[in-house]
């Protein structure tokens, strides 16, 4: 049976929530922003307004005031924000029990199943979401209609704001082909350059182009694009992976070649600690432990865990707690096959402030700086791909896409 996938995605959503309680300022180009105080803060979202004025998000306040000195920039509020999140998602989930969140802002919904109990037509149920969430939240969703998850993400993001396109077995030649191959879902740094290499522009191109090569140039990830182009994605919505905020964030490496001695053994710490981060600050949480799991060649595996003073989201932080469990519990000359960094005991990072509060206030100044910093580079990472920028010290390791935790399954976020 055919799959109806609704990809659905929330328009400039926190500037969109921070517009609910400012009405008035709906019409004037408004950003979200984490320190509307400081020059150096960094543009999270933007109204349709900003937008016009070039303002983009990633950017600095000071860069985006050159282009819109008029620019309103609103502080953000995460909690907000996942309380949204979850009503949004509640009112997916009348439609079907396959929602599966991407992120706090868009959602998979699989309504092959349940189509028929609203009316049978994808598109005019997709717009009566559409309906709902204006007149219900006063948010507005553009939705992506497909017989695919790739195509559906491709469709949200076609026309927006407040919109709906339907990507069909007929027409997706001429609506997806065409677009930059960039656009298409886990086009990564690595996957875009060798791409630009062999002139591969389009998503036509991609698709065009021999799999076997594309298998020997990119491996498994290669081929699955290819896939993806040709719209041969088969993959299902998985509702496990429902927007809720995670119990822990881990990633997981196994080396091309095995690490050997405190430096190589750093180099891959710091790489994976980089990423947890990254995804912390993504769900706006801490944590307050670090785990750490090492497998050896034989796939022997050891794992130790232990406690931070302070909760925090921050890749040197959670990189030297991790250091200073393998300088605990691994002699340094021996082979390291794999390496699993999680971040556990997590708390949302509002809750971690009231807890900073006690210290004393030089340190904390230093870590909003650090904080700061990194949420730079996180933004950086979206707007240009994950591999744009890397950690000083990180072996050249391309990160396998859902790398899996040696050791043990940890639960993805
Ligand atoms: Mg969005």
Known sequence: MERVIFHCDLNSFYASVELLSHPELRHLPVAVCGDPESRHGIILAKNEPAKAFGVK??????????????????????????????????????????????????????????????????????????DRLRDELGLTISVGVSFNKVFAKLGSDYKKPDATTVITRENFRQLVWPLPVTDLLYVGRA???????????????????????????????????????????????????????????????TFSHNLKGREEIRAGIIQLADQVAARLRRHSMKCQGVSLAIRD????????????????????EIAGAAMELAESCWNMDHPVRALTVTAI?????????????LWDGGQEQRRERLEKLEGTMDAIRAKYGAGSIQPASAP??????????????????
Not at 297 to 316: E, G, V
Not at 396 to 413: M, V
């Open 297 to 316: 060649p034989a796939f022997r595996d050891l794992s130790r865990q232990k406690r931070l003073d302070t909760p925090s989201c921050l890749a040197r």
């Open 191 to 253: 996957a875009a350059q060798t791409f630009e290499k062999f002139g591969i522009r389009t998503i036509g191109d991609l698709a065009a182009f021999d799999r076997e090569q594309l298998f020997r140039l990119l491996g498994k990830n290669g081929a699955q694009l290819h896939d993806f182009a040709s719209g041969l994605d088969t993959s299902p919505v998985a509702p496990a992976a429902q927007y809720t905020p995670p119990k822990s964030v881990g990633n997981g490496l």
């Open 396 to 413: 050249r390791e391309r990160r396998p896409r859902h790398a899996p935790p040696p050791g043990g399954a940890y639960p993805e976020d």
């Open 57 to 130: 998000t990633a950017e600095t306040i000071w860069q985006a005031r050159k282009k819109c000195p008029d620019l309103v920039l609103l502080p953000a509020h995460h909690k907000t924000y996942r309380e949204y999140s979850r009503k949004v998602n509640e009112i997916y989930r009348e439609y079907t029990d396959l929602v599966e969140a991407f992120g706090i802002d868009e959602s998979w919904l699989d309504v092959t199943g349940t189509l028929h109990l609203f009316g049978g037509d994808p598109k005019a149920l997709a717009d009566r979401l559409r």
């Open 345 to 357: 005991y997590l708390l949302p990072a509002e809750e971690a402030v009231s807890q900073l509060e």
